[in-house]
């Protein structure tokens, strides 16, 4: 069975601070995709990113970064120079398999308060 | 712009009678359309998957004649919420899988039950 653990629910950080998410799977596969989701208090979940498990190649878009680690089935979320924008739930997410529709399991989230 | 179109965004029902929650894949055909359910400060929890043209499958726990769904065409997917209770209340998502694994999420359906 694959699991997402985000062992961080809530964080507060001060405007400007760079602050990461954690994020920890576990599957028995060897092929798998990672995501992470934001969820503003609009409720819409919005996609930021897709890592496939044989690339673990870290990812940067704009004040967002990606640390994939599989040695330790990890896939930490950061944002440097944090906005009061950036307060939102984030999911972390995992699913199995090479092709299809395959599930998604989503991790419990970590709320995050950007306070100006 | 949206990928995915969900109606209505909130909804007050009275206990006991139906609710029909529509979830539309506006630039792509979607074979296959997810619905959630989230409880507050919850994650969401995958209530069933709906496949265009067969049955949904749902997921263990998940009464099927409490929750029907009904995907008719590649880009529509219906969920109804028979005979309501408070406990139904929530908030419903409904996604759909374009490319590998990415998901694209409709903007959500709080439902709540009096």
């Known amino acids: 069975a694959q699991k997402v653990t985000q062992a961080q629910t809530e964080i507060s950080v001060v405007e400007k601070e760079d602050v990461t998410l954690d994020c920890v799977y576990e599957t028995r596969d060897t092929t798998y995709y990672l995501f992470w989701y934001k969820q503003p208090p609009s409720g819409e979940l919005v996609f930021l990113i897709r890592?496939?498990?044989?690339?673990?190649q870290n990812e940067i878009s704009g004040r967002y970064s990606w640390n994939f680690q599989k040695s330790t089935s990890s896939f930490n979320f950061t944002i440097t120079a944090s906005q009061v924008v950036d307060s939102a739930v984030y999911f972390c997410?995992?699913?199995?398999?090479?092709?299809?529709?395959?599930?998604?399991?989503f991790g419990i989230g970590t709320k995050l308060q950007v306070i100006p | 712009g949206a990928v995915v179109s969900q109606h209505p965004s909130w909804v007050i029902c009275k206990s006991g009678t139906s609710v029909k929650i529509e979830c539309r894949s506006l630039d792509f055909q979607a074979t296959t359309m997810f619905w959630y359910r989230q409880f507050p400060k919850q994650s969401l929890m995958l209530m069933a998957t709906?496949?265009?043209?067969?049955?949904?499958?749902?997921e263990q726990g998940v009464e099927k004649d409490k929750f029907l769904i009904n995907h008719a065409s590649l880009t529509l997917s219906t969920l109804t919420v028979t005979s309501a209770h408070p406990e139904d209340s929530s908030f419903y998502i409904c996604?759909?899988?374009?490319?590998?694994?990415?998901?694209?999420f409709g903007a959500g359906t709080r439902l709540s039950v009096l």
């Open positions: 890592r496939n498990s044989f690339d673990e």
């Open positions: 996604s759909v899988s374009i490319l590998l694994g990415i998901q694209y």
């Open positions: 709906s496949n265009e043209g067969s049955k949904a499958t749902y």
């Open positions: 997410a995992l699913s199995e398999g090479s092709g299809g529709y395959q599930k998604v399991t």
